[in-house]
């Protein structure tokens, strides 16, 4: 059974930088999409970024464009995230999510199926 396992997460001060790897095991059958999204204590999950497989196609949440990257490794099979001049808005637990049905929007938590177990990013000012 396909799984995914974040890695990266830690304690960084503001305006440091981390990179987070989420690596994939076993097959995932049409991979169509994957993102990562993240979550604040007392907030709702919201998306920080995501790649169409296929076509490489990237978007990011507002609050990523400029200071974030993802890339894909399809070798690998890893999907990284580097942050960039992170701040304490920042700290959250991070997860890397992929959709496994073909087409269609990848666009909130809701459309992706497959989730990691997170891992914890902590920004202190």
Request: net charge positive.
């Amino acid at each position: 059974q396909a799984q995914l396992v974040e890695s990266g997460g830690g304690s960084v001060q503001a305006g440091g930088s981390l990179r987070l790897s989420c690596t994939v095991s076993g097959y995932i059958y049409n991979n169509y999409c994957m993102g990562w999204f993240r979550q604040a204590p007392g907030k709702s999950r919201e998306m920080v970024a995501r790649v169409i497989i296929r076509t490489g196609d990237t978007f990011y949440g507002d609050s990523a464009k400029g200071r974030f990257t993802v890339s894909q490794d399809n070798v690998k099979k890893t999907l990284d995230l580097q942050m960039t001049n992170l701040t304490s808005d920042d700290s959250a637990v991070y997860y890397c999510a992929t959709k496994r049905t073909f087409g269609g929007a990848c666009a909130a938590s809701g459309d992706f199926g497959l989730w990691g177990p997170g891992t914890q990013v902590t920004v202190s000012s």
